[in-house]
């Protein structure tokens, strides 16, 4: 039989939606309050490296390499990565080199948020692709 209400303990919410930070729903993560629009500094962290990431898998060479290398970039308010500088070596210096020659020429990226710091470190990674 139908049951009508929220006797049973569920109601309608508000409207205000999830995650929506300045809304009237439930916030949900870490930054809750503190964006006004756009997406929030730990999912364009995640999206910037993640972009890079493929790029670098793309590479002929460097997809059959295994390292790990560190790097902070910046990257203007156009979406470009303006700057790579080396902070950890993958252990060789030519393959960094081809790193942040990669890194560098990256564009097409969202613009970053206002509230998003440069410089930015990220790791990327090699794996050996069959």
């Given at each position: 039989e139908a049951q009508a209400g929220a006797t049973g303990g569920l109601a309608a919410g508000s409207g205000g939606g999830i995650g929506s930070p300045g809304g009237t729903g439930t916030c949900v993560g870490t930054n809750c309050g503190t964006m006004s629009g756009g997406i929030s500094d730990g999912f364009y962290a995640a999206n910037i490296k993640n972009a890079i990431q493929q790029r670098i898998q793309r590479d002929s060479k460097l997809s059959r390499m295994v390292f790990a290398a560190d790097f902070a970039i910046w990257v203007s308010p156009s979406g470009a990565v303006t700057r790579a500088q080396l902070v950890s070596s993958s252990?060789?210096?030519?393959?960094?080199?081809?790193?942040?020659?990669?890194?560098?020429?990256?564009?097409?990226?969202?613009?970053?948020?206002?509230?998003?710091?440069?410089?930015?470190r990220i790791t990327v990674k090699g794996k050996r692709s069959l």
């Open positions: 252990g060789d210096a030519k393959r960094d080199d081809m790193l942040k020659g990669i890194i560098e020429a990256v564009t097409g990226l969202d613009a970053p948020p206002a509230s998003f710091k440069f410089p930015r």
